[in-house]
């Protein structure tokens, strides 16, 4: 009996850790990971007036934003909330350390694979048209 319960609380366990962001996120919609460290504020002041900007093509695109970096553990209006364990659990997924030492953004896909990583010059515009021009994007676009 307490090797069954055991069992049972260990396979618990791992349903639960298994139930990530990013996996229930596929196929539904994109994501934009924002990887901003402490002392990144400019760049993403920046970042967040395109985002302002943007919301109509974030929204077309069923892009969905997260924050991961340490900037990310304050709340932000445009971005989802992610549990201080979902956010080491996609920086684990995506192996990029405990920390971030630059800002960073990455897309996802809605497949779930990484499309594309911005490291600097920031623009939103060039992931909106990347966005485009993906299989799923297109057949999307035809139906609208």
Request: net charge positive; no cysteine; aromatic share 4%.
């Amino acid at each position: 009996m307490k090797i069954l319960l055991t069992t049972l609380l260990v396979i618990m366990t791992l349903s639960s850790a298994d139930a990530d962001v990013l996996g229930d996120l596929k196929w539904k919609n994109r994501v934009l990971l924002l990887d901003f460290p402490e002392g990144s504020g400019y760049n993403l002041s920046q970042l967040e007036k395109q985002i302002q900007r943007g919301k109509k093509n974030i929204s077309n695109r069923d892009l969905v934003l997260f924050h991961i970096g340490d900037l990310g553990k304050t709340g932000r209006r445009y971005a989802e909330e992610l549990s201080e364990e979902d956010r080491k659990s996609i920086r684990t997924k995506l192996k990029l350390g405990e920390r971030s030492e630059l800002p960073l953004i990455i897309l996802i896909g809605k497949d779930g694979g990484i499309k594309a990583a911005q490291k600097k010059d920031f623009d939103l515009v060039k992931l909106f048209k990347l966005i485009d021009t993906m299989p799923m994007r297109k057949k999307e676009m035809e139906e609208e």
